[in-house]
């Protein structure tokens, strides 16, 4: 909802005053003004000309305005003043919550808001590019806030929106080099732990030396987001971060999405279970960061350094393609914990494939495509159930007796016994290798 601050009488002195047929104290109050104003633009404008960027620019505002300053922006990225900076987060972060949800609408015009601790702060937008609004924000600490500091406001706000702009600008070119560095090192295409550091080093990616690294491919159920879209979330990736996950790389990948996972050495005695915890942080902070989009997670196994990474990256796709062949409907998966189908899925096609699944699998899909009792699902529920025909008739909302009549007719129908585990393991590859599509695998 679109929120208009709150518009109070100036503080200090008045207004500067329109010099015709004014008095000369009135001129000379005009000129002494104006005069400030000029000063306090080129001492701040000299910082941005030297390059020195955000932070040096808010600290100068703090000095020249005796207040503390601060550059909000829609999407929750907070520049602070030095004053702010050196702040204990318990105390900083009620006031800056307070002004990010303000201004969470598009605000018109500028003005005073209400801050957290019954104080004010003076808001003016910063002209920016692109549809996510920016403020410069004054905060009424130190001082009272005069008029001479709102008309400076406004001049700064200017001076901000060209050094975000200039900002936004690099960030895009930095990106583009890191996206095509990411790109072609999960392909496999830096062949030198040499030339992986020198790539590394010019596109501005810092790796702790020795730190394990898992691949992760983000994929979607429904068609995914346009080729715009996907660079759109990387950027954000780079800009925003995500809270529970550190150090975090991102890179569009074809129609989905790759990312580089820091994994906490601490968490590596059992690779599988840190690769699962790992997803579900991960797919939690994903789902709002990409507009609650239906995505899944495929991770390959950790990588004890950056020559592992193509590696895992290739699991991560395979681990995708065996997935969605096999209809496994998962939120996240890993390469380990395919089991058998990583195995089942490399066997070629065959005269063995064949004869091994025309005596365990077919008969019950040509039972049920003449009507034969949904024998193969009763058969894979049962064994989801550990054997267990009770929770089995449950699961199917089958009553128990049905159940038993079909496993009996399947029992039949491939001449074995439930009860021998050789014929039950038989039975359980056949109908794994039986989801799996000939020539799926090539």
């Excluded at 209400?114 to 702060?121: D, H, I, N, S």
């Excluded at 996206?179 to 702790?208: H, M, N, Y």
């Excluded at 580089?260 to 790992?278: F, H, Q, R, T, Y």
Aim: with cysteine; glycine share 8%; aromatic share 6%.
């Amino acid at each position: 909802m679109a929120m208009n601050p709150r518009m109070e009488p100036f503080q200090g002195k008045p207004a500067i005053p329109p010099t015709e047929g004014g008095s000369e104290w009135m001129q000379n109050e005009v000129a002494s003004q104006m005069a400030g104003l000029q000063s306090r633009i080129q001492t701040i404008a000299r910082l941005l000309l030297e390059g020195s960027g955000i932070e040096p620019f808010l600290d100068a505002m703090e000095v020249v305005l005796r207040n503390p300053a601060a550059i909000l922006r829609e999407n929750g990225k907070t520049w602070m003043s030095i004053g702010l900076r050196g702040k204990e987060p318990a105390e900083i972060w009620p006031l800056m919550q307070s002004l990010s949800i303000r201004h969470a609408g598009k605000v018109s015009g500028s003005g005073y808001v209400q801050t957290a601790g019954e104080g004010r702060a003076y808001v003016h937008p910063i002209p920016v590019r692109g549809s996510k609004q920016a403020y410069l924000v004054l905060l009424e600490r130190d001082h009272e806030i005069t008029t001479l500091d709102t008309f400076s406001m406004e001049r700064l706000s200017a001076l901000a929106g060209l050094e975000m702009a200039n900002m936004d600008a690099v960030r895009d070119v930095e990106g583009k080099y890191l996206e095509l560095f990411l790109q072609d090192w999960l392909s496999g295409k830096i062949p030198t732990e040499t030339d992986w550091k020198r790539r590394a080093e010019v596109s501005g990616c810092s790796l702790a030396v020795g730190m394990p690294l898992c691949a992760v491919q983000v994929g979607w159920h429904v068609p995914g987001p346009s080729q715009e879209k996907l660079h759109e979330y990387t950027r954000r990736l780079r800009a925003e971060r995500l809270r529970g996950i550190e150090g975090l790389l991102a890179a569009p990948s074809g129609k989905s999405l790759a990312l580089i996972v820091p994994m906490s050495s601490a968490n590596l005695s059992d690779g599988e279970e840190a690769i699962d915890k790992m997803l579900s942080r991960l797919i939690s902070e994903l789902r709002p960061f990409l507009e609650d989009r239906d995505i899944r997670l495929y991770a390959g196994k950790i990588a004890q350094g950056p020559e592992g990474v193509h590696g895992s990256w290739m699991q991560a796709m395979r681990t995708r393609q065996i997935a969605e062949t096999c209809g496994m409907k998962e939120e996240y998966l890993s390469y380990g914990k395919l089991g058998a189908y990583s195995l089942l899925f490399m066997i070629p096609s065959g005269t063995e494939r064949e004869q091994f699944l025309e005596r365990y699998f077919h008969p019950l899909r040509q039972a049920d495509h003449k009507g034969g009792g949904r024998l193969a699902e009763t058969l894979e529920m049962f064994f989801r159930c550990n054997g267990n025909i009770k929770l089995t008739s449950e699961k199917l909302s089958a009553h128990y007796n049905t159940v038993v009549y079909r496993l009996e007719k399947i029992q039949t129908l491939l001449r074995i016994s439930l009860d021998n585990a050789e014929d039950r393991l038989q039975v359980q590859l056949a109908i794994k290798l039986g989801k799996i599509p000939v020539n799926s695998n090539v």
